[in-house]
């Protein structure tokens, strides 16, 4: 979109998995980066300033999502903002719609509205697969596409509160879009993996390390739906950049049952904790990502995924009992 090399962008929650690796390719590629964290003076965001051209063009800026004033400060002045804040958690939280759903919500319409004020040229959206799998309703041989949506009743009731967070943040941004003409795109990756550059380990990096340390007696063979983090970087860029991109994006390289991911883990690294057997996950629909490949969008190979990740896991020291 607004263009080159010169642009200045914001990403919010920069200290985060997929903001990090985000901020470092567009570091990379030239642009000027305002960066929102809670705490900027917290240990977790260190890494931010190693990057790359971190000192010449990333500013760090203290921002709340509930505090709509901080988010205008960070976004006045940009050409484009990447929303990628929204909390992660990795398992149940006490109370959902105060920790999970509020921030989702609400930090999705502070950041809109201070679009809007700043006369950005294109707001991205990070949502997730999250927003759209979760609907009984779609005939489980039909592969999901950007028309089918979570079902926020369905999620509520099988206790998917991260799911209801996504989707109630999602469609809150179509419906503003709609209404006030923001140019808005949302992107909705399936599980990221892939090395971190933070340091504290996010919630799908946790469910690799998981798979790899905790030996578990049994674990469901469910279809897991993955996508690199380098790759999500490169497809929240194309979907800014092109001038053409509108609507939703499924991001997603690799179905793979989880039987036969720790099958491919184990050719390469036999000797970690594996689960030990598997029980019937059910059947899930698959998610395509055909939309977003006619963009351009390309992805790398789930072993190149996995072995860069499991190598980062080694560095960082998380693969020990
Ligand atoms: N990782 C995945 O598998 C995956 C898949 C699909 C979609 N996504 C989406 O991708 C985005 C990034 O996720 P991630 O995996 O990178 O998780 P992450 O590392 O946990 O990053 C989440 C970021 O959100 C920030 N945040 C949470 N609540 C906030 C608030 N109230 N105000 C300001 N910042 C807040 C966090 O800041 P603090 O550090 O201050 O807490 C953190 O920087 C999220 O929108 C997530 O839903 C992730």
Same mark, same amino acid.
């Given at each position: 979109m607004a263009g080159k090399n010169s642009s200045v962008v914001c990403v919010t929650g920069a200290g985060g998995y997929v903001a990090s690796w985000l901020i470092k390719l567009l570091l990379s590629q030239g642009y000027t980066v305002n960066g929102t964290v809670r705490n900027p003076r917290d240990e977790k965001n260190v890494h931010l300033k190693k990057l790359e051209n971190s000192a010449e063009r990333l500013k760090i800026v203290k921002a709340d999502l509930l505090d709509f004033n901080s988010v205008f400060a960070a976004v006045k002045g940009c050409d484009g903002v990447f929303h990628v804040a929204s909390p992660v958690p990795p398992g149940s939280v006490p109370n959902p719609e105060v920790e999970l759903v509020k921030p989702a919500l609400e930090g999705t319409i502070n950041v809109l509205k201070a679009c809007s004020e700043a006369k950005v040229k294109r707001a991205v959206i990070v949502s997730s697969v999250a927003a759209v799998y979760m609907n009984p309703k779609w005939p489980k041989d039909r592969v999901m596409d950007e028309t089918c949506w979570s079902d926020i009743e369905y999620c509520k009731a099988n206790n998917q509160w991260y799911c209801v967070s996504k989707t109630v943040a999602e469609a809150e941004a179509w419906e503003y879009a709609n209404k006030t003409g923001l140019n808005v795109v949302t992107l909705c990756p399936t599980l990221v993996l892939g090395p971190m550059l933070q340091h504290a380990t996010n919630a799908s990096s946790l469910a690799l390390v998981k798979i790899l340390? %905790?030996?578990? %007696?049994e674990t469901e063979n469910n279809l897991r739906k993955i996508v690199d983090v380098r790759d999500v970087a490169e497809a929240l860029k194309l979907v800014y950049e092109k001038p053409e991109a509108e609507g939703r994006y499924i991001c997603t390289a690799h179905a793979i049952k989880n039987r036969d991911l720790v099958q491919t883990l184990k050719e390469i690294y036999p000797n970690y904790n594996y689960p030990k057997s598997f029980k019937d996950g059910g059947n899930m629909s698959e998610v395509s990502s055909e939309k977003l490949q006619r963009l351009g969008w390309k992805y790398r190979p789930l072993k190149e995924t996995l072995v860069d990740s499991v190598e980062n896991y080694k560095q960082a020291g998380l693969l020990h009992n």
């Open positions: 340390r %905790e030996g578990y %007696e």
